[in-house]
């Protein structure tokens, strides 16, 4: 029985025919390599790559499996998302994405140590008095640009306009582009009729 395409099947192997072989179609699209090879020749088109060769795919992983040998959580993640956005291996991508899993395992663990996080976390709960405690442990807002933008939207939310205006005026002090960051936080909404704050935010 011939295999019936579905628009979408078409337009992947329109898409995929130039660099992907008839089997790896095949096997992206569950059918057989001949229904394949006889779509391509109706659609006009050059019957896949040839299957000698490496799939690039392969190298990708494998660089990714060095990666999470090191413990390099984020970088090894980026490299298995890769694998699971371009290969068309079933066996590849099960892999890739229980590695990926690792990874996502870690970096979560791992944020879960820092007193940044830790207080942001307890800021998006309504926590402030917790979270203001917690800025400590990152650094001076005096000389941390986070922790003093930190502090400056926790001091907004709390209702502490003219602290939160200050510490404001010291984190775009020691990084400009949070009066980017400022511009469009709405931890700020409190103090957008403030005249001070549409200076600060207009660079004056």
Request: a positive charge; one cysteine or more; glycine letters at 6%.
């Amino acid at each position: 029985m011939a295999k019936r395409w579905a628009k979408t099947e078409i337009a992947h192997l329109k898409r995929h025919a130039a660099t992907k072989t008839v089997d790896e179609l095949a096997q992206r699209l569950n059918t057989d390599a001949e229904s394949v090879r006889k779509k391509l020749e109706e659609l006009g088109l050059v019957g896949g790559r040839p299957s000698t060769g490496p799939d690039p795919a392969v190298e990708v992983y494998e660089k990714g499996l060095a990666l999470l040998h090191h413990k390099r959580w984020k970088d090894a993640a980026a490299a298995f998302e890769e694998v699971l956005a371009t290969s068309d291996s079933r066996m590849l991508s099960d892999r890739a994405r229980q590695h990926l899993q690792i990874c996502q395992r870690q970096t979560a663990t791992a944020a879960e140590g820092d007193p940044y996080v830790t207080a942001l976390v307890e800021k998006n709960r309504g926590n402030y008095p917790a979270a203001a405690k917690l800025v400590a442990a990152i650094g001076s807002p005096q000389s941390d640009e986070r922790a003093a933008y930190l502090a400056a939207s926790i001091a907004a939310l709390s209702g502490d306009v003219d602290r939160a205006l200050d510490l404001l005026k010291t984190a775009i002090r020691l990084e400009p582009r949070n009066r980017v960051h400022a511009y469009h936080d709405p931890d700020f909404a409190s103090l957008r009729g403030r005249d001070e704050l549409k200076k600060l935010l207009a660079g004056g």
